[in-house]
């Protein structure tokens, strides 16, 4: 007797394939963190750098994951709600910490092509500390 196995529509799969996409961008914003005993209690300001990583298995017909541009424009829309802000009228935010903001970031970054996953966004608060939010 001949078993046969079919594969979902004709595609074969070679194990675990996984393709990771990585956009960055900025914004300068103020901010004072509540409830903190410290300098970053007083009034100050940062460059953010923002790096959102997306992941997938399936590229479209061109070889694509998804489009740069179209993360890029998802991504700036987002950023443009912070870019040039006080961070503490922002109330969807919270007490604007690392932490917070790379929560607000992801959960903000709307119509992303269904074919990824958001993995995380990556906060950079200067040049040495960064956060990154992710769902398990
Ligand atoms: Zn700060």
């Avoid at 079919?6 to 799969?13: I, M, P, T, W």
Wanted: proline residues 1%; hydrophobic residues 35%; aromatic residues 10%.
């Amino acid at each position: 007797m001949i078993t046969m196995s079919v594969l979902n529509g004709g595609e074969c799969c070679r194990g675990n394939e996984m393709y990771r996409l990585r956009i960055e961008n900025h914004f300068d914003a103020a901010h004072k963190l509540m409830g903190y005993e410290g300098k970053c209690a007083e009034l100050h300001g940062h460059t953010w750098k923002v790096e959102v990583f997306v992941v997938g298995a399936k590229l479209n017909d061109v070889g694509m994951l998804a489009d740069f541009n179209k993360l890029e424009e998802i991504l700036s829309k987002v950023i443009k709600r912070l870019d040039h802000k006080f961070l503490n009228d922002q109330q969807e935010i919270g007490n604007p910490t690392c932490e917070n903001l790379s929560k607000y970031i992801f959960e903000n970054l709307k119509g992303l092509p269904k074919q990824i996953k958001l993995e995380k966004v990556r906060v950079w608060e200067g040049k040495e500390s960064w956060c990154e939010y992710y769902e398990a």
